[in-house]
Structures are given as C-alpha cells and as structure tokens.
C-alpha cells in the first residue's frame, strides 16, 4: 500500500474520530443546537453515529454509540497500520 495514501488516510480517520470525541462532549455542554459550531460536527458526525443508534439502544442515559464508532475508527487505523508496513 501506497505509504502516502495510508498516511493520508489514518489521518482522516483521525480527524473523524476527534469529531466523534467533539460531538460527546457537547452533548454534556449546554449549546444550542442551532449555534453553528455545534450544527457542524453532528453534520460530520451524524452519519457515522446514527446507523449504530439503530442497532444499539440507549442504555438509560448513556448512549454507546459514539465508543462503538470510535472502535470501529481505531480499529481501521490498526488495520490500515498494519497493511503499510
């Protein structure tokens, strides 16, 4: 694999895990939903989230979403690691 694109690559997924981070952590900040800020990481994160909260329910208060996308994402970053060396 091309050592370039896999870098490339690790780091967009990178940068969608810190949104999926960003997006936990505003949903314990009081933010409108309206401020723009705020309407810019779930729209980048809304897609990844939302198939896993179909097949996940909310336990109570928590939802578990965010950490399965989250390990999903680390565990591509492991494989993609992997096929480059």
Known sequence: MNHIIADIFIGFLY???FFI???ALLSWL???FGNPFA???RNISDPLIDPIRRVI???GV???SPAVVILVLFLMITVVNRLRS
Request: proline share 11%; hydrophobic share 55%; glycine share 0%.
């Open 21 to 23: 981070i960003a997006r």
């Open 57 to 59: 329910p909310r336990m």
């Open 62 to 64: 928590f939802d578990l």
């Open 39 to 41: 309407v810019f990481i």
């Open 30 to 32: 009081p933010i409108s």
């Open 15 to 17: 940068t969608l895990t």
